[in-house]
């Protein structure tokens, strides 16, 4: 099962752009979680920000929850060509033992 | 963080064939594990609740009989792909719980011939 959607599914930029990637979700949540995977590869651990929290920052890297509209925003600064990857966003749910559920993701493509 | 293994990194089989894929939890004990599959260009959708000691949780539509799992330790869960057909291709990725934290595996690749 997932959640709901990302927007937008593809995002280009030139290098030194911002990208916004958005992610909207369905059920009430404990944590959101952002991920990171290259092509063919695994997944890599980006941010969490928890149900009672409303913006974070690490590095680069912002991103806003907003409970009420079920929705989340990753925000990309100053993007490098390394950034070219696919990104999800995951969402905690309340249950324990419970698996995180993944958004459709967006890939963004940076050129230089 | 914790560390999960997943074995073999790549497979190629043949049609027909069963292939299984083991996933480790390395540093700690975990009861639950999930499995996960990745068609290419698409995200990861969740197959399956593996649990220690007890029968697998399966996602709507995830054929029970087909993908086999077993959780028979704390820090070992085994998906079994039984009978694989080339549309079983895809990115199998598993994970585990710790202390509210989820982590995942690196996946496994398989190609079914």
């Known amino acids: 099962s997932q959640q709901g959607e990302e927007d937008p599914q593809a995002l280009s930029i030139q290098e030194g752009e911002n990208a916004t990637m958005n992610c909207s979700y369905k059920?009430?949540?404990?944590?959101l979680q952002w991920y990171r995977q290259n092509s063919g590869r695994g997944l890599v651990h980006l941010i969490l920000i928890r149900s009672n929290e409303r913006e974070k920052h690490s590095g680069r890297l912002r991103v806003t929850l907003d409970t009420s509209k079920k929705s989340s925003s990753l925000l990309i600064t100053a993007s490098r060509a390394a950034d070219t990857a696919s990104y999800f966003c995951a969402t905690d749910p309340n249950q324990a033992g419970t698996a995180l559920i993944f958004g459709k993701g967006t890939t963004l493509s940076v050129s230089s | 963080g914790a560390v999960v293994s997943q074995h073999p990194s790549r497979v190629i089989c043949k049609s027909g064939t069963s292939v299984k894929i083991e996933c480790r939890s390395l540093?700690?004990?975990?009861?639950?594990m999930f499995w996960y599959r990745q068609f290419p260009k698409q995200s990861l959708m969740l197959m399956a609740t593996?649990?220690?000691?007890?029968?697998?949780?399966?996602e709507q539509g995830v054929e029970k009989d087909k993908f086999l799992i077993n959780h028979a330790s704390l820090t070992l869960s085994t998906l079994t792909v039984t009978s694989a057909h080339p549309e079983d291709s895809s990115f199998y990725i598993c994970?585990?719980?710790?202390?509210?934290?989820?982590?995942f595996g690196p996946g496994t690749r398989l190609t079914v011939l």
């Open positions: 540093d700690f004990q975990a009861t639950t």
């Open positions: 059920t009430s949540i404990n944590n």
């Open positions: 593996s649990n220690e000691g007890s029968k697998a949780t399966y």
């Open positions: 994970s585990a719980r710790d202390r509210g934290w989820q982590f």
